[in-house]
């Protein structure tokens, strides 16, 4: 139902799983282990997946330990990788140009965190005419309580409450869990 012609093609997309980003991050172990199944299912259906890894004066500085992706996930040679400095990873990158060159009009979206990269791209990717679907159990967010966030845990499940019925003329959000997603 994307708004963007000839573009009938879906994607996964990866967003900043990188050591400084997931360390300690709400159920890290099994958010990886659920990025690791779509990526698996993906690649058997020959589906464009696409990474994004963040760097920023402040928090994550490129080429440093924080700043790669986590060990558990695996980037094939073939697999674009896109490099973002804001939270929307359409902002300032090639991101749009590698999945138009793929004919993608639907996102899969998986990553952290959960209230910053992962919202922020996926009200991008609807404003610029994408489906996004984000898959609930595979994204995640560190505790940030401590500044007056809600647990990371009920971050993570309002974001899920809220874009599974998200919606916009002629394209959609939506939510599925990870043995839910097709990319058909």
Same mark, same amino acid.
């Given at each position: ?10 994607? !996964?997309?990866?967003?900043? =799983?990188?050591?400084?980003? /997931?360390? +300690? &991050? ?6 990886? #282990? ?64 590698? !999945?138009?060159?793929?004919? =993608?009009?639907?996102?899969? /979206?998986? +990553? &952290? ?6 919202? #922020? ?64």
């Amino acid at each position: 139902m994307t708004t963007l012609p000839d573009r009938p093609h879906t994607a !996964l997309l990866v967003i900043d =799983v990188q050591n400084g980003t /997931v360390n +300690g &991050a709400h159920n890290r172990d099994s958010v990886i #282990a659920n990025i690791n199944a779509l990526l698996d299912k993906a690649r058997a259906e020959n589906v464009p997946v696409v990474w994004v890894q963040h760097s920023d004066g402040e928090h994550l500085h490129r080429d440093t330990e924080a700043w790669q992706i986590v060990a558990e996930l695996v980037r094939q040679e073939s697999e674009p990788l896109v490099h973002k400095g804001y939270s929307d990873a359409f902002e300032d990158t090639d991101l749009e140009q590698r !999945l138009a060159e793929r004919g =993608v009009g639907r996102l899969v /979206v998986t +990553g &952290a965190q959960t209230d910053t990269c992962i919202r #922020a791209t996926l009200h991008g990717a609807l404003v610029r005419g994408y489906d996004a679907t984000l898959v609930g159990d595979a994204h995640t967010t560190e505790d940030l309580t401590e500044w007056g966030a809600p647990a990371p845990a009920l971050v993570i499940a309002h974001t899920n409450l809220y874009w599974a019925d998200e919606r916009a003329p002629g394209r959609r959000g939506g939510t599925a869990a990870t043995k839910e997603v097709t990319f058909g």
